[in-house]
Nanobody, 119 residues
Framework: QVQLVESGGGLVQAGGSLRLSCVAS????????MGWYRQAPGKQRDLVAT???????NYADSVKGRFTISRDNAKDTVYLQMNSLNPQDTAVYYC?????????????WGQGTQVTVSS
């Protein structure tokens, strides 16, 4: 089992910045990619960004150039630096840890942290 604890959400004005953190604990050896997803009210949960253990990052088109994902393997922590925020970024942000396939197939989710961007 892997436990994920997020922090760093909050209320910010449009154009502002926030940094989210997610600390993993438990069976860290079983996970590879970590990342962030978000879910706005009435919408599906969508990918924001992911990063592999080796540091390869992937971003949704809507956040490219504004958000940066990073990872500290020594601290089992993944970060999401969010700049130039706009109201469309308002959502609950969830940390995700993907199992290191093909051996480990379980994925894990954090409890979510609210990000609200006011206009």
């Amino acid at each position: 089992q892997v436990q994920l604890v997020e922090s760093g959400g909050g209320l910010v004005q449009a154009g502002g910045s926030l940094r989210l953190s997610c600390v993993a604990s438990g069976s860290i050896f079983s996970i590879n990619a970590m990342g962030w997803y978000r879910q706005a009210p009435g919408k599906q949960r969508d990918l924001v960004a992911t990063i592999t253990r080796g540091g390869s990052a992937n971003y949704a088109d809507s956040v490219k150039g504004r958000f940066t994902i990073s990872r500290d393997n020594a601290k089992d922590t993944v970060y999401l630096q969010m700049n130039s925020l706009n109201p469309q970024d308002t959502a609950v942000y969830y940390c995700n840890a993907a199992g290191n396939r093909p051996v480990y197939t379980l994925d894990y989710w954090g409890q979510g942290t609210q990000v609200t961007v006011s206009s």
